[in-house]
């Protein structure tokens, strides 16, 4: 499972990059753009949202949830400082996807028995993006969580998020992760519709050892 977060760029749209790695294979995408009006966010979705159709592509929007109602995506990822889960669930009804941060165990543990769809865990090392008031996690860290939370009987996936290469992969998935999050990583690629298929390929590979340890 690889999740694209969108980024702005000196060298590509944002459509643009979403072209690339729906080419590559990505089937899940998320439009991240924190400091755009309303309008600047619409415009941009407007232009993304024909390609994910498509391709048959997931959109979730990061925060923004009536928007996301408004032009029927299929959910939203939600930040710490962004609307309380309980009431998106509310808001957007049964069937959206609802992703919500988390950066330790305790985090996730205070998700149990909510509407949630999964988790994005991080950062695994610090990003332009990523506020660095969270430690970083690393492998280890990573590994320690995952434990925790299953122990817990909590089984929301986890996709592992923050300034993750693909030589990071094989790693992360071993710790019992779900999926990755990507944004710089394949956008500063020198072939991102390549990058993201050697990604895609990558966790695949990896989530197949992972299940017969």
């Not at 999740?3 to 294979?25: C, K, N, W």
């Not at 962004?82 to 509310?90: C, H, L, Q, S, Y």
């Amino acid at each position: 499972m690889l999740q694209f977060i969108t980024h702005p760029s000196d060298r590509y749209s944002i459509a643009e990059e979403v072209q690339m790695v729906l080419e590559g294979g990505c089937k899940w995408i998320q439009l991240r753009l924190k400091d755009a009006t309303d309008e600047e966010f619409r415009q941009t979705a407007l232009e993304i949202i024909p390609l994910c159709k498509e391709n048959e592509a997931f959109l979730v929007f990061d925060d923004r949830v009536e928007m996301a109602i408004e032009l029927s995506v299929h959910g939203v990822h939600l930040g710490k400082n962004d609307m309380n889960p309980i009431t998106a669930r509310e808001t957007m009804g049964a069937e959206a996807i609802i992703g919500c941060t988390a950066n330790t165990a305790d985090d996730i543990i205070a998700f149990k028995g909510l509407d949630i769809d999964y988790i994005g865990l991080g950062p695994f090392r610090y990003t332009s993006t990523k506020s660095k008031l969270a430690p970083t996690l690393g492998t280890e860290g990573y590994a320690n969580i995952v434990k925790t939370v299953r122990n817990a009987d909590i089984t929301l996936p986890i996709v592992a998020i923050g300034g993750i290469t693909i030589d990071d992969v094989p790693a992360i998935i071993q710790t019992g992760v779900n999926g990755i999050a990507m944004s710089g990583a394949i956008i500063n690629a020198p072939d991102p519709v390549d990058y993201t298929r050697k990604v895609l390929d990558t966790i695949i590979e990896e989530s197949e050892k992972h299940k017969t340890r």
